[in-house]
């Protein structure tokens, strides 16, 4: 670890995702590519924080409200937190634009973002066994 660069620690992996809800929203057939970034660790606790209730349990309808909080931290094309754009379409915050532009696709999405952090659903199960 020693020989290794600092620096690249902290560089936020990037990718593209191919949504069928921007190609729509363009008029294209098949899917757009849009980019989405790693979010940093501790911003992502604090996400995760918000799901649950005083006892530990996770509070079902902030489900939708949490995916939808990690794209629009994520996703870095289109930029979702421009004013303009948020205006645009006629939403008041980038919470809600990301809501309006890809719907059902924030699931599939924040699993992304998720990969891109590192976490996948094999190392959770490992982690529970």
């Given at each position: 670890l020693?020989?290794?660069d600092p620096?690249?620690?902290e560089?936020?992996?990037t990718?593209t995702y ?13 899917a757009?590519?849009?980019?989405i970034?790693e ?9 995760q ?6 006892k530990g349990?996770?509070?079902?309808s ?9 794209c629009t931290?994520a996703?870095i ?7 303009e754009l948020?205006?645009h379409f ?15 696709e ?5 699993d ?10 094999e190392l ?5 066994n």
């Open positions: 020693l020989a290794a620096k690249s620690i560089e936020l992996q990718t191919k949504s069928t809800r921007i190609a729509r929203a363009l008029g294209k057939s098949g757009v590519a849009i980019t970034q979010i940093p660790a501790e911003r992502l606790r604090t996400l924080n918000t799901m649950y209730d005083a349990n996770i509070i079902r902030k489900n939708d409200k949490f995916c939808a909080l990690i931290d996703i094309d289109p930029p979702v937190k421009d004013p948020i205006k006629g939403c008041s915050t980038p919470l809600e634009l990301v809501n309006k532009l890809f719907g059902m924030v699931y599939t999405i924040s992304k973002v998720y990969e891109l952090c590192g976490i996948s659903d959770e199960d490992e982690i529970k």
